[in-house]
């Protein structure tokens, strides 16, 4: 085949497109504004191989306008120029469906040279981007624009897509080919939900596999071989990286050791420790904090050591690091309350340091109440004395609160009793 298997096996019509029901069933928003043959400016969202450019190229030929495909990695303002003076000719007679491609790599002033003809409806914008488009895309393209996010497919759906891609080389090359049942089902769940990826193995085994006895004959043992680490969708720079890590972070937080672990897996798997190494510090003060302050040097340890031995063995430390965080009493008194500190701080309250706190031992002629008046604690039972610490603005203010963990409550009772509270 001449053109990859991918482009020719896209659908032609909504109907055998694969995944995306929250959108395209019969009923659902964009298939009832599809369906209405009234198409306003769009922008895909969502990851690789999911449907975005066969949607688009789908709607361009149903709407009888001509489809314009860019790519915001290597456009420039004079394609969108030649686009535009296309406009009420015969090339283009019915306006322009136009799709760009990655709209996230077009700058503002890209961005903003479209804003003129998608307003007038000249040109009807189809936007896809594998990131947040709030982030991404320029306020006035947004605001003119209905965003629809497309999922990773599902594997029962992508074997739908797998068999027919089969079928397909099956007819172009006059051959039979006999394919395991487990080899559909093993490409269909090893690729990520990415229907490009399945369809690309498809016509890697096919091409792989050697003719005998009149037939090729696909076995689980050749796709595997094919789809080593491809369910891998990991982009440091991207929204996938962040989604991980906040997962990551979420479920030590939420005590799933389960969760925690697979999450732990993906970042070492695609060679990101020192993510997991940071994201496992921060939960270990953020999340455990003085509910177990020992867990502090602890995680540290594990983390130096992984840092240490490097991967693949320092996923054995980190292992040991995350359950450890997961099974651990939670507690965020600590951060919580330096968050109000500094939220005050922010508001303007501070005040001067009071003077007994104060870093000098002599006063002006101007104070005629000389004297630090500082008392040591050390010099008192329990080494304890009552005295102002804070500004006088904020004299009597309290940021902290024990947590209930028995750590912070063993605390509470200690300096309640010394400080004559009980």
Known sequence: MSSPLADMIRPSKIEDMVGQHHLLDKGRALRNILDSGNIPNLIFYGPSGVGKTTLAEIIAKNTNRRFCKLNGTNASISDIKEIVASLDTFQSPNGVVLYLDEIQYFNKKQQQSLLEYIENGSITLIASTTENPYFYVYNAILSRSTVF?????????????????????EEHLKEEIDVEENAVKWISSGCGGDVRKAINTVELSVLSTRIADSKRTITLECVKELTQKSAMKYDR???????????????????????ALHYLARLLEAGDMPSACRRLLVCACEDVGLAYPMIIPIVKAAVDSALMVGLPEARIPLADAVVLVCNSPKSNSAHIAYDIAAEDLRQGNSGSIPRTLQNKHFDGEDNNNKGQFYKYPHDYPNRWVDQQYLPDVLKNKKYYIHGENKNEQAAKEYWDKIKGKK
Do not use: N, T
């Not at 999922?151 to 074997?159: F, T």
């Open 149 to 169: 996010e497309f999922k990773s497919v599902q594997a029962e759906d992508i074997e739908i897509a797998v068999k027919r891609a089969y079928k397909l080389y």
């Open 237 to 259: 720079e991207g929204d996938e990286h962040y989604d991980i890590l906040s997962a990551f972070q979420k479920s030590m937080r939420g005590s799933d050791p389960d969760a």
